[in-house]
């Protein structure tokens, strides 16, 4: 293995795809200390600064994309380092990280975390990234615990998940509020310290009102705003400015293309579904959560007086909802209105693909499923799952979004129509 030999003080930028091995010295690696003996790993793609503490040679060994850089600065702005010592010193409960996109708020969470660590402290991560989900599947918000250092985020042993439905908060706002607040509840219980990583939708309506609403919910004691220049005066115009602390982004963010993070979201998702297997759920057994189907009153489907088959009818207090094989006519479903104020109509296969959450008992979500079938008569869901154990699962989350077990995205679901 060819070998690098740093003076104290040495800055690199290391490029995946690439490993090391620390062979005398210490260094930090993302603000985690890497000693004489230990290992990293960095995938394609990701970019990560070491800084040497002291004298050292470290082994690597380079993949493809693999690059090492010299840098003649640090990467971490100054400022970082004036709150992060002002974070070891007060020991706050909660950590809240604002940004924008791309501008560093998952490496800034781990090197904070990385950072803690040196000084005894556990923290914490939850990861408010839905559709690159570092802690969790995409689609999920988790929470994860820092026992040791870490290049990347995603290297920390998760805790808790929890479903938001799609790749993005942005129609499903109740479920991120509801997860992110399960989920730093967690946290607070098994660390010292909670760091939250925030979704980087700040602009517009929904997305100030996502961002201000977490504040109000969560009350961190402080909220670490990293900007570039004032992305994010609009949202701390709202918030007590006793507890926000500005600080800068580094100059050496990469930023990701559009098509970047679609091609990773479906990336993870795919190796996420590698190894599923094929389960079949009795709904007269597991519930069904986030969704009209199955929440009313059985009725005879030969009551309604149509001629067209169908599978599946509910009275529901909003009015009708039937399952149906294929598409109703206009002359039954104006016969139907006049019944029944509003008729939901759901056609049997318009399921498939559907993305959905699998949680146990206590509401505690045990993966991710897509649904290949529902067998509206003999009340039977069909999902692909690499969950094994059948008998954990209790109820299935509903999601909005369609994917196949490729990981690639085939559609969406309109909301209230299942
Ligand atoms: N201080 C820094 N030193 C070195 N590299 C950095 C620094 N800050 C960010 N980076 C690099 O910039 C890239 C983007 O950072 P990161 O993924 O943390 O941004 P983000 O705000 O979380 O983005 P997203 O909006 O996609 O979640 C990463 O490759 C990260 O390693
Ligand atoms: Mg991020």
New binding site residues.
């Given amino acids: 293995m060819p070998k690098l030999r740093l003076k104290r003080g040495d800055i690199l930028r290391l490029e995946g795809l690439l490993s090391l091995q620390v062979e005398e010295g210490r260094v930090l690696i993302s603000g985690g200390l890497y000693e004489k003996g230990s290992k990293i790993s960095i995938p394609k793609a990701?970019?990560?600064?070491l800084e040497a503490e002291e004298d050292a040679v470290v082994d690597y060994s380079l993949g493809e994309g693999g690059h090492i850089e010299h840098l003649s600065e640090r990467?971490?702005?100054p400022e970082w380092d004036a709150l992060i010592r002002d974070i070891v010193d007060k020991r706050p409960r909660l950590v809240m990280v604002m940004?924008n996109?791309?501008?560093?708020?998952?490496?800034?969470t781990t090197?904070v975390a990385n950072t803690l660590l040196r000084h005894g402290i556990r923290a914490a991560a939850v990861d408010g990234?839905v559709g690159?989900a570092d802690i969790g599947p995409p689609s999920t918000v988790g929470v994860g615990l820092f026992e040791r250092p870490v290049g990347l985020l995603y290297e920390i042993p998760m805790l808790s998940a929890y479903f938001v439905g799609s790749m993005s908060p942005s129609g499903h706002m109740l479920e991120f509020i509801v997860g992110m607040a399960r989920m730093v509840e967690r946290g607070l219980r098994e660390a010292e310290m909670v760091i939250v990583?925030t979704p980087?939708w700040i602009f517009g309506g929904p997305a100030r009102s996502l961002q201000l609403h977490l504040v109000e919910l969560l009350r961190p004691d402080i909220v670490v705003a990293l900007q570039q220049d004032k992305e994010l005066e609009h949202l701390l115009a709202c918030i007590p400015q006793t507890n926000v602390r500005r600080i800068p982004?580094?100059k050496?963010?990469?930023?990701?293309s559009r098509d970047e993070?679609a091609f990773l979201r479906e990336l993870l998702l795919g190796r996420y579904f590698n190894n599923a297997g094929r389960m079949v759920l009795d709904l007269r057994r597991v519930r069904l959560e986030r969704c009209y189907y199955r929440t009313g009153q059985p009725i005879d489907q030969r009551s309604l007086g149509i001629r067209e088959p169908i599978l599946h009818a509910e009275k529901l207090p909003e009015g009708l909802l039937v399952v149906v094989k294929r598409a109703l006519s206009q002359d039954a479903i104006r016969e139907l209105k006049k019944r029944f104020e509003q008729v939901k109509v759901i056609e049997a296969g318009s399921e498939r693909y559907l993305l959905v959450g699998l949680v146990d008992k206590t509401n505690e979500l045990l993966g991710l499923g897509i649904i290949e079938r529902i067998d509206y008569s003999r009340e039977r869901m069909t999902v692909i799952t690499p969950v094994r154990d059948r008998d954990r699962i209790w109820a299935v989350q509903i999601g909005s979004m369609k994917v196949k077990p490729s990981g690639k995205e085939v559609g969406v679901l309109r909301p209230g129509s299942f």
Avoid at 101 to 108: E, Q
């Fill in positions: 990701k970019s990560l600064p990467t971490i702005p940004g996109v791309d501008v560093g708020k998952t490496f800034f090197y990234d690159q990583n980087g982004t580094s050496s963010v990469r930023p990701r993070r």
